[in-house]
């Protein structure tokens, strides 16, 4: 199959591209390289990519459509893969600009090429983040996700309501998958698992905000690749529901499908297992909870589990000494 992916120098992207390739797909990239975070670690992911002969790589912003649709009406795909985006919640509130940007004309720029091309299947990345002040959890694709509390999640939630109205106008089938705070190898080192680590190593307190007392759905990346491909093989059909639970909408051939493994884990255990991973005691400030970060994160995954046969399953412990074991080699440390 010939796959359109942007986002390829991301860590999500790389990890779905990569695994694409040796799937035996055919995969075109388009990314913008910003420099939101150290753009070496987007290079070197990116290098690793241009290695395959399958592999076609395109740098450009999102932002401009005319060089997105070149790129696209080249490769002539058969399926888009929607992961690019400005990511990170505590950075939306430093530069909102950048996430109308790219994550509202970028996603329309996208949306415009799935249409042209008439594509079979558009899959996009959406985040847990969309559910904002909902209660209660788990987090079900079924709540109305209305009451985003920052910029990221709104434009988040905003990209799934403008893919659902051009599925509805130009019969395009897509999925907007809403990830759980995706960790592992080669990981952003803006999340939280980076900060960690690099801190713990560099023998610096990490700062742990609500004193410590949250919760996330954490899903290793090589468990969200397998969703993904999974996914991306089940295109949503219009009147076609699979379950009672089936988020499938009445008017398109489009879905929303949570990614996570429904088991949240408890942020001082997962510090604790950084303290594993590393062999070393993190030094901790605990401080209060931050505007924007919810309590908990929990997904609700029957839906995922009904539609793929599949669900997350990585254990926090075998994640995150994977990601320490990465980060010391990347960085030359013994």
């Known amino acids: 199959m010939r796959i359109f992916v942007t986002g390829t120098a991301g860590f999500i992207g790389f990890h779905l591209a990569r695994r694409l390739l040796a799937d035996g797909h055919q995969v075109t990239g388009f990314d913008g390289m910003t420099d939101y975070y150290d753009p070496s670690l987007k290079r070197a992911r990116r290098d690793i990519l241009k290695s395959h002969d399958a592999y076609a790589d395109h740098e450009a912003m999102l932002e401009d459509g005319g060089r997105l649709w070149a790129a696209a009406e080249a490769a002539a795909p058969e399926a888009v893969v929607h992961l690019a985006a400005q990511a990170g919640v505590r950075y939306?509130?430093?530069?909102?600009?950048?996430?109308?940007?790219?994550?509202?004309?970028?996603?329309?720029?996208?949306?415009?090429?799935?249409?042209?091309?008439?594509?079979?299947?558009?899959?996009?990345?959406s985040t847990s983040?969309?559910?904002?002040?909902?209660?209660?959890?788990?987090?079900?694709?079924s709540a109305p996700a209305d009451h985003p509390l920052t910029l990221y999640a709104a434009s988040k939630k905003a990209g799934e309501a403008m893919t659902h109205a051009y599925s509805h106008l130009w019969d395009i089938p897509t999925t907007a998958?809403?990830?759980?705070?995706?960790?592992?190898?080669?990981?952003?080192?803006?999340?939280?698992?980076?900060l960690f680590v690099e801190a713990i190593l560099a023998d610096r307190p990490i700062d742990l905000f609500n004193r410590g007392d949250m919760q996330r759905d954490f899903t290793y990346i090589d468990d969200l690749v397998e969703a993904l491909v999974r996914l991306l093989a089940t295109p949503p059909q219009r009147g076609r529901p699979v379950a009672t639970i089936d988020s499938l909408s009445p008017v398109a051939p489009w879905r929303v499908v949570n990614i996570g493994s429904g088991r949240p884990v408890n942020l001082m255990d997962y510090v604790a297992a950084i303290e594993r991973g590393l062999g070393?005691?993190?030094?901790?400030?605990?401080?209060?909870?931050?505007?924007?970060?919810?309590?908990?994160?929990?997904?609700?995954?029957?839906?995922?589990?009904?539609?793929?046969?599949?669900?997350?399953?990585?254990?926090?412990?075998?994640?995150?000494?994977?990601?320490?074991?990465?980060?010391?080699?990347?960085?030359?440390?013994?």
């Open 92 to 125: 939306s509130l430093e530069n909102p600009g950048a996430y109308v940007q790219s994550n509202l004309v970028g996603t329309f720029n996208v949306m415009e090429a799935a249409r042209r091309l008439q594509v079979g299947h558009l899959l996009l990345a």
């Open 129 to 141: 983040s969309v559910y904002g002040a909902d209660e209660p959890v788990p987090f079900l694709e």
């Open 177 to 194: 998958a809403r990830f759980f705070t995706v960790y592992g190898p080669w990981g952003r080192p803006d999340m939280a698992l980076g």
């Open 280 to 334: 070393r005691a993190a030094k901790v400030n605990l401080l209060p909870m931050q505007a924007g970060d919810p309590p908990i994160t929990f997904a609700g995954a029957e839906l995922l589990e009904v539609l793929t046969g599949y669900r997350p399953n990585t254990p926090v412990d075998t994640g995150v000494a994977a990601y320490c074991a990465w980060y010391k080699a990347y960085h030359g440390i013994g």
